[in-house]
């Protein structure tokens, strides 16, 4: 009998644990640096609640014990990733944070937002 190797796997797990942390990082550095008026602040932390639990929540994925739980776990990644991407659109079209700033945390939350869609998606693949 032949042992699966899950080391390709295993390695691309912990890049996206580190991409996500990373990720999570510059969201709390643009929170820091909006401005202090009421409106910015507010929407900055739904932005600050959403990035850093897109981190977590994938932590929580790495550590799923059946498909049901990896599946369960990685639907609130892909929710939390595609709330971030909003409120960065919603930061950037009332001109609290200017496209340029947000241009390349825009791209990395789409780019995550559609890495964990399309695992999710492999995921579910022969699950009623």
Known sequence: MEIPDYSGSLKKADELRQRT???AIR????????????????????????????????????????KAEFISKMGIVV????????????????GILRAERAFDLQAEANELLAIFSASLRTSKRGVQ
């Open 79 to 94: 929710e939390e990733a595609d709330e971030t991407v909003f409120w960065l659109e919603i930061l950037v079209e009332t």
């Open 21 to 23: 942390k990373k990720f």
């Open 27 to 66: 969201i709390v550095t643009l929170f820091r640096s909006l401005p202090r008026m009421p409106d910015a602040q507010t929407l900055g932390k739904q932005l600050l609640r959403s990035g850093t639990s897109v981190a977590a929540n994938y932590r929580a994925v790495c550590r799923a014990r059946s």
